[in-house]
């Protein structure tokens, strides 16, 4: 799955985008911040992506 489908799950699970810094997506939700990388179409490494399903509570 790469960052952009990523953050489409997150707006989907009601995630809003906060800001952009680079090439990372800010996603906000209830207080918590949560950083996506979003390098081109890549795919996001299974380590990080489980990481961050694990913090947006996304399975």
């Known amino acids: 799955m790469s960052g952009k489908d990523f953050v489409k799950l997150l ?5 809003v985008l906060d800001r952009i810094k ?3 997506h ?11 990388p979003v390098h081109t179409n890549e ?10 399903r694990k913090q947006a509570g996304v399975e």
């Open 26 to 36: 800010i996603m906000r939700k209830n207080g918590i911040n949560l950083s996506v």
């Open 22 to 24: 680079g090439s990372h």
């Open 43 to 52: 795919d996001l490494k299974p380590g990080i992506l489980n990481s961050l």
């Open 11 to 15: 707006k989907k699970n009601g995630w």
